[in-house]
């Protein structure tokens, strides 16, 4: 029979196990807690593997969201431009025409060809004036009989196409609006390879979208790009730039016009091309009064040659046509009746000089070529074979292009 102590409580002794679990818990947690910062002083912590929550709030103020920034600065501001224009249809007038076609199809099926069609188009476009002057592609909106240009807050107005200038493929077009929202215009003579540019617009009929890259190089020459009939020195660069974007805004960092948007490449990937914007201010106000563009021309086509090409040219002609070996600008071709031809321009001539300045390559001759007078003489040094010459060629307007 066990024998209990006379100052036994069960009470008391219940709480004093109570107590000494509660003080082993808080002194176990405190360890726990501390263990890890006094660890870090005893050994060295790899903190790579430690996940943090990301900072996913948007702030139009915080550098590192410049995209967002720019589009909310410009996006209202962009336009989608859907146009319609009527083509003949080019078979009719083969079968109208020709009687072997109606009498072996028979008059019914003759009747019933369409003689034309009506062709929908869709490009981009910003504004730049609150009262509704729109600029986009020449290419986008030439020869179309109907425009109608959607902003993105639902709007539709009808759009009247005040100018054209096909050389530089712009567009001015006006819609009856007050207050509307407007895009700022940058500065591309700024631009440096490199600088971030922001493409926006309505690609294959997705409205609003925005791609983001750099700019690749400038001062791309029309030619370069396969688009000899242009006068262009473009932006290139690899923000996506899609069929549909046509006439849209290239956007620097700080949501700045800096190019619109107007050609990719056939089969290239990552390359894309922009009008400087600094050409469009030059004749936004002219084409919005719808007056035409002056651009002188003189009528022949050449390429860069040094002494390099000459002599390869030289070694693999057929003909007696013998090229100097010098630096300067290769006549081609002369245009039958051009200012070029009047002058007495050949090919197989090398110019070296207009007006004094020597010329090293076909861009700057073009240049001089685009800032001269029409029907003020310019004087060209060429080199003929061994001989100097100089000629006076008098330039003349540009015949009217080919519509798009």
């Known amino acids: 029979m066990s024998s209990t102590p006379k100052d036994f409580n069960p009470l008391r002794q219940v709480g004093t196990h109570t107590l000494a679990v509660v003080l082993t818990l808080v002194l176990t947690v405190t360890g726990l807690r501390s263990f890890p910062q006094i660890l870090s002083h005893l050994l060295p912590v790899d903190n790579s593997d430690i996940v943090t929550e990301p900072n996913i709030s948007v702030s139009v103020d915080n550098p590192d969201n410049f ?78 009989d109907q425009v109608m240009v959607s902003l993105r807050d639902g709007r539709t107005f009808k759009g009247e196409v005040r100018g054209i200038d096909r050389v530089f493929d712009l567009a001015v077009v006006k819609i009856d609006g007050e207050n509307l929202p407007t895009a700022p215009l940058g500065n591309s003579s700024e631009l440096e390879v490199g600088d971030w540019a922001i493409a926006v617009g309505n690609p294959l009929g997705l409205d609003n979208t925005v791609t983001l890259g750099i700019i690749s190089t400038l001062n ?29 805004p290239l956007l620097n960092e700080r949501g700045e ?6 050609a990719i490449r056939a089969g290239a990937e990552g390359i894309g091309f922009a009008i400087p914007i600094d050409k469009a201010k030059a004749i936004q106000e002219k084409l919005a009064r719808g007056e035409k563009i002056s651009h002188p021309y003189i009528g022949i086509r050449m390429v860069t040659l040094t002494p390099e090409i000459a002599q390869k040219i030289n070694q693999e002609s057929n003909t007696d046509i013998f090229i100097p070996k010098i630096d300067g600008v290769l006549v081609v071709q002369v245009m039958p009746d051009s200012p070029a031809a009047i002058a007495g321009l050949r090919p197989g001539d090398v110019i070296t000089e207009i007006d004094g300045t020597a010329i090293i390559s076909s861009d700057q001759l073009q240049d001089l070529v685009d800032k001269s007078q029409i029907d003020q003489p310019l004087q060209i040094s060429i080199r003929r074979k061994t001989q100097t010459k100089q000629l006076w060629v008098r330039p003349k307007e540009l015949p009217e292009m080919s519509s798009f």
């Open 67 to 144: 995209v967002v920034a720019a589009v909310k600065r410009v996006g209202a501001s962009v336009v989608r431009i859907d146009t319609e224009r009527t083509i003949a249809n080019p078979f009719s007038d083969l079968f109208f025409v020709n009687p072997f076609f109606r009498d072996f199809l028979g008059e019914d099926i003759f009747s019933q060809l369409p003689r034309e069609y009506r062709q929908r188009g869709q490009g981009s476009g910003f504004i730049i004036d609150r009262n509704g002057i729109v600029l986009t592609n020449a290419h986008v909106v030439s020869n179309a």
């Open 220 to 248: 791309r020459s029309s030619a370069q790009v396969g688009i000899p009939d242009l006068r262009l020195d473009f932006i290139q660069t690899d923000a996506a730039i899609n069929p549909g974007n046509s006439g849209g």
């Open 257 to 262: 016009v800096i190019g619109i948007n107007t």
